[in-house]
């Protein structure tokens, strides 16, 4: 598997459902960031987590963090139609130049 | 809007040509990425310029090349293009060198005919 590859890679949900997103890595991280894309839009930044957080939230967002799995989740509550969109998670690597590795992404569909 | 802008939003040009991608950190930010998604490989970086230097290497082909200037501003040029470097190129800025947040600009669409 890549450093951060996210699970699923489709999901499509009913609104007023929660989403769940999950993202595994393989080398240890400084933090793990989750970035939101519109179709052909920019990606634009939800949420930052620590190594040494566990979980945070950020409005409707929940995201945790276990960095003895290497693994991270995404959920948003309460969906909405204006929630459709791709959902990237992205590590920052302790060793390598690169500053931050993105996943293939989560293509996220919310039906009204 | 992130107050990273790039110019052009769409570009159409055709094999062997060379074209020139502009991008305009946000105010204050030293570090610009770019990147390239297209529908197969996801998105995959290019390369990192802070403060006018080159800081990180990514995937970046031979044929591209990118530089930032004193003004901050960087340009990424696509020479002897191929059909499969049609894409989506972002520019992202941060305001150090390091692993926070990254503000992403709306892209340039480039299609090689």
């Known amino acids: 598997s890549q450093q951060g590859e996210e699970d699923p890679q489709a999901l499509s949900i009913q609104e007023g459902e929660n989403a769940t997103m999950n993202c595994s890595y393989k080398?240890?991280?400084?933090?793990l960031q989750w970035y939101r894309q519109n179709s052909g839009r920019g990606l634009v930044h939800l949420i930052l987590?620590?190594?040494?957080?566990r979980e945070k939230h950020s409005g409707r967002l929940r995201v945790t963090l276990d960095t003895s799995k290497k693994s991270s989740s995404l959920l948003i509550t309460a969906s909405r139609a204006a929630d459709t969109a791709s959902y990237f998670c992205?590590?920052?690597?302790?060793?390598?130049?690169?500053?931050?590795?993105f996943g293939q992404g989560t293509r996220l569909t919310i039906n009204p | 809007d992130s107050g990273v802008t790039q110019t052009p939003k769409h570009l159409i040009t055709a094999t062997g040509q060379r074209v020139t991608l502009r991008c305009s950190p946000r105010?204050?930010?030293?570090?610009v990425y770019w990147y390239q998604q297209s529908l197969d490989q996801g998105l995959q970086f290019l390369i990192q310029?802070?403060?006018?230097?080159?800081?990180a290497k990514g995937n970046i082909l031979e044929r591209f090349s990118a530089q930032q200037f004193p003004d901050l501003h960087s340009e990424l040029n696509l020479s002897s293009l191929e059909l499969g470097d049609s894409a989506l190129y972002f520019c992202?800025?941060?305001?150090?060198?390091?692993?926070?947040?990254?503000?992403f600009g709306p892209g340039t669409r480039l299609l090689v005919l």
């Open positions: 992202a800025s941060s305001v150090g060198d390091s692993q926070e947040t990254q503000y």
């Open positions: 080398t240890s991280i400084n933090n």
């Open positions: 987590i620590r190594s040494n957080e």
């Open positions: 992205a590590t920052a690597i302790i060793q390598g130049a690169q500053k931050l590795v």
């Open positions: 105010s204050g930010d030293l570090s």
């Open positions: 310029y802070y403060n006018g230097e080159e800081r």
